[in-house]
């Protein structure tokens, strides 16, 4: 399964969401323009020491992602969405795509793949949650409908 950040904006947040990819082994999947240097220090200090368990990939465009991976399932995170994130049926090797902090997913994006984008319940008067927790949110969610492959979940 493979996390997509489309042009992050906060390195603690991307950080945040590596350590998350290491500890699920989930692929992290970057597209450009990213708002931070991936020598940030944030960013490497919320991954802390982790980031050689992450596979870290780095695409120009979503468009250029979505082309590579055309046989593969995209799902997309939105408020905007009408249909819960639990409703989706995750596979093994689905892409997970949230936009950036301060705007998320463009609205064309939004509009070509609307069958595929979800979102996750809120109060009305909440905007979002942060990225890294919502990422949190649907990752373990897609993890349970898998059974969490290759995680422990006993000790």
Same mark, same amino acid.
């Given at each position: 399964? !493979?996390?997509?950040l489309?042009e992050p904006e906060i390195p603690?947040n991307?950080g945040?969401?590596a350590?998350?990819?290491?500890g #699920? ?13 991936t020598?940030?220090?944030?960013l490497k !200090?919320a991954g ?12 120009d ?7 590579t991976?055309?046989?593969?399932? *995209?799902?997309f *995170?939105? #408020?905007?969405a ?5 409703e989706a049926?995750?596979g093994?090797?689905d *892409?997970l795509?949230f936009?950036?902090?301060t705007?998320g997913l463009?609205?064309?994006l939004l509009r070509a793949h609307?069958? #595929? #984008? ?9 905007r979002?949650l942060?990225l890294?927790?919502?990422?949190a949110?649907v ?5 349970r409908q898998l059974s *969490?492959?290759?995680l422990?979940t006993?000790r």
């Amino acid at each position: 399964m !493979r996390i997509v950040l489309v042009e992050p904006e906060i390195p603690g947040n991307t950080g945040n969401i590596a350590r998350l990819c290491a500890g #699920t082994g989930m692929e992290l999947h970057l597209v450009r323009p990213l708002g931070f240097s991936t020598d940030d220090k944030y960013l490497k !200090r919320a991954g802390l020491d982790y980031w050689h368990l992450v596979q870290v990939f780095f695409h120009d465009s979503i468009d250029e992602l979505i082309q590579t991976y055309a046989r593969t399932p *995209f799902y997309f *995170f939105s #408020t905007k969405a009408i249909r819960l994130y639990t409703e989706a049926t995750y596979g093994s090797d689905d *892409f997970l795509v949230f936009g950036k902090e301060t705007a998320g997913l463009p609205e064309n994006l939004l509009r070509a793949h609307w069958d #595929t #984008t979800m979102r996750i319940p809120l109060q009305s008067e909440a905007r979002s949650l942060n990225l890294s927790n919502a990422v949190a949110v649907v990752a373990y969610e897609a993890l349970r409908q898998l059974s *969490f492959p290759g995680l422990q979940t006993m000790r």
